[in-house]
């Protein structure tokens, strides 16, 4: 062989792959089975804003020590009740579970179906439910009213209600505008009974979470149920994987995370912009829920930051559709969007500035957050992906 021969070779080889990835012959490409999968772009924040944001040099979610090991599957949302008791969860095979000491452990305390079987036994790693959620259901995000009532956002099937002793939980609203709720994610309840939440995706349900994240698709909505008229309204639409929901101490506005676009936003209950909704604050990475604390402080948790593939692949919308035909696996796919685990959490005072973060730089105790929970002088961190909860002292 010449010299001569090895361009044409490689001119061809160019051009048949190129064929070969646009048509995607033999359905190699994690989206062949989707067909309408369209990447849209996000806002995402300036260089100069995500310089701006602190860094927690002391690293210190590292000192987070793992609890309760191989006891509790996926536990998203984290809470006590009005008595103390708990934690709380919802994990991944259905279930809201509740820690009732050593002797007794990890015990349920809500269903969201009353028909459960084998196929929903909790597995570890927790992911391997994700083939079975949409029959055993995956409760979200959850909270109590004062009258101990606890309020589900289970992921398949909408809004649900369980009496202070739990059992099966009824489900409140699974539709609003005709439409279904598709995947149901994290509610608040103001003073008077009215809930507020959201349903990340009217497209994909939470099984394809990361679809969602990959096409920055905007079928997201923000909602109310009004307790008295049985009412859903929707409040906001076209977000792009609205999660985490929270009300603000002075009960004037609401905060949402709007995962895929990596920030906050906040929706006005009171004052000249009650009904509107802005921009809140940019994030380092993807939120999941925020939780106020007794301060009016809010605990933002995220999933993963945004890392520099992430955020160039937005700007261009169309090489990013290409690129996700090529035959990459999902894991493949996640660890070149999500990159390396690293665990990080904000505390946003109620003005909008971050006031402190705490990370864990190569998550090795915390990470993966979904949620933060501030109680007695101790943050208490969900995951939903991972078997056990993370605690460390309020730092
Ligand atoms: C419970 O019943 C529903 C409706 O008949 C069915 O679709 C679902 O698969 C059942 N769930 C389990 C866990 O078998």
């Not at 989206?31 to 369209?38: L, R, T, Y």
């Not at 860094?55 to 599957?73: H, M, P, T, W």
């Not at 809500?110 to 909790?122: M, Y």
């Not at 649900?160 to 149901?184: C, D």
């Amino acid at each position: 062989m010449g010299r001569v021969s090895v361009k044409p070779f490689f001119t061809w080889a160019a051009v048949l792959g190129s064929i070969f990835v646009a048509f995607d012959p033999f359905s190699l490409s994690p989206i062949a089975g989707e067909k309408d999968f369209k990447v849209l772009t996000s806002l995402q924040p300036s260089l100069e804003v995500l310089a701006s944001i602190p860094r927690d040099e002391k690293n210190i979610l590292k000192n987070a020590e793992i609890v309760y090991g191989g006891q509790v599957f996926g536990p998203e949302s984290v809470l006590f009740d009005s008595r103390g008791r708990g934690p709380y969860s919802g994990v991944a095979d259905g279930r809201v579970v509740r820690w009732e000491g050593p002797e007794k452990g990890w015990v349920e305390f809500a269903t969201v179906v009353s028909n459960r079987t084998e196929i929903c036994n909790p597995t570890n790693p927790p992911t391997a439910n994700l083939k079975y959620e949409h029959v055993c259901g995956r409760p979200l995000g959850l909270r109590f009213n004062k009258h101990g009532e606890l309020f589900i956002c289970d992921a398949y099937f909408g809004l649900l209600k369980v009496g202070p002793e739990g059992g099966l939980a009824e489900v409140l609203t699974n539709e609003a505008e005709g439409e279904k709720l598709a995947f149901t994610n994290d509610l608040d309840i103001d003073d008077d009974g009215t809930i507020y939440f959201t349903d990340s995706s009217t497209k994909h349900p939470r099984s394809k979470f990361f679809y969602s994240m990959l096409e920055s698709e905007d079928t997201g909505r923000f909602l109310k149920y009004d307790p008295k008229t049985k009412d859903t309204t929707v409040l906001i639409k076209k977000l792009q994987f609205p999660n985490g929901v929270t009300i603000s101490k002075d009960h004037s506005f609401i905060v949402i995370a709007e995962t895929r676009v990596g920030r906050l936003i906040r929706y006005w209950l009171k004052g000249p912009k009650a009904g509107t909704w802005e921009h809140f604050v940019w994030l380092p990475g993807f939120p999941d829920n925020v939780r106020t604390n007794e301060e009016g402080d809010f605990w933002v948790a995220l999933h993963c930051k945004r890392n520099v593939i992430d955020r160039l692949m937005n700007g261009f919308p169309g090489v990013k559709q290409a690129f996700l035909k090529l035959p990459l696996s999902p894991n493949i796919l996640y660890s070149i969007f999500a990159g390396k685990p690293h665990g990080t959490a904000l505390k946003v005072s109620s003005e909008g500035k971050i006031l402190q973060v705490v990370e864990d730089r190569k998550g090795e105790s915390a990470k993966l957050l979904s949620e933060v929970e501030e109680h007695n002088g101790k943050l208490w961190m969900g995951s939903v992906v991972l078997p056990h909860l993370a605690v460390i002292d309020k730092p």
